[in-house]
């Protein structure tokens, strides 16, 4: 069996995700993960699939396309390169929160930030809440919230002040956990 990650992309609809699993079952494959989310109405989904070798992926990228665009879906098909660690053995895992106005330069400059660090984004979720209907002048409202994995070797306190001053001049509030202290406290 060899590793593929097929990406699909559509318009969101109850049953999706079983008329992709239904067409790649039906050829021989298995997923073995998949992250599926839905933004502004559209679905958006990465499956990683378990394809048998005799299988032609360009064929295989072809039949989905035909069977999943009627239904208004685009399909692609890549290699997945051997399965990496899940986490990096040099890093602790965080959760980062951030809430404020929205601006143009929030992700951009945060995401910078993160990365001068040599910390890895492994998730990002970032919502939008509706502006304030009394003035278009109003930024809205957004919420951020990341997972990072961040090296042993970065000194805790330099990052949280380096966020720190990044978010204020953005005029937004951070917060960053650890993740097991994250979880416990909202398991409570």
């Known amino acids: ?19 992709v699993s239904n067409a790649l079952y039906e050829r021989g494959c298995a997923i073995s993960e998949l ?10 989904g990465l499956f990683s699939v378990e394809a048998p070798e005799a299988l032609d992926a360009a064929g295989l990228e072809e039949a989905l396309r035909a069977e999943l665009s009627p239904a208004g879906y685009s399909a692609w098909l890549s290699p997945m390169a051997p399965r990496l660690p899940a986490k990096r053995p040099d890093a602790e895992p965080y959760v980062m929160t951030i809430s404020g106005p929205d601006s143009p330069a929030l992700i951009p400059t945060l995401t910078a930030k993160v990365a ?4 890895n984004i492994e998730n990002l979720r970032s919502v939008v809440l509706s502006g304030s209907p009394d003035s278009a ?12 994995s961040l090296p042993v070797t970065v000194e805790r306190r330099v990052f949280r002040e380096a966020l720190a001053v990044t978010a204020g001049e953005l005029g937004l509030e951070i917060s960053l956990q650890h993740r097991n202290i994250f979880e416990a406290i909202h398991r409570v």
């Open 116 to 119: 001068s660090f040599d910390a």
């Open 1 to 19: 069996m060899r590793k593929l990650l097929v990406t699909i992309v559509g318009t969101d609809r109850p049953g999706i995700v079983h008329l």
């Open 137 to 148: 002048e109003t930024k809205s409202p957004v919420v951020l919230a990341l997972e990072i």
């Open 35 to 44: 992250t599926q989310t839905t933004l502004h109405g559209q679905f958006a």
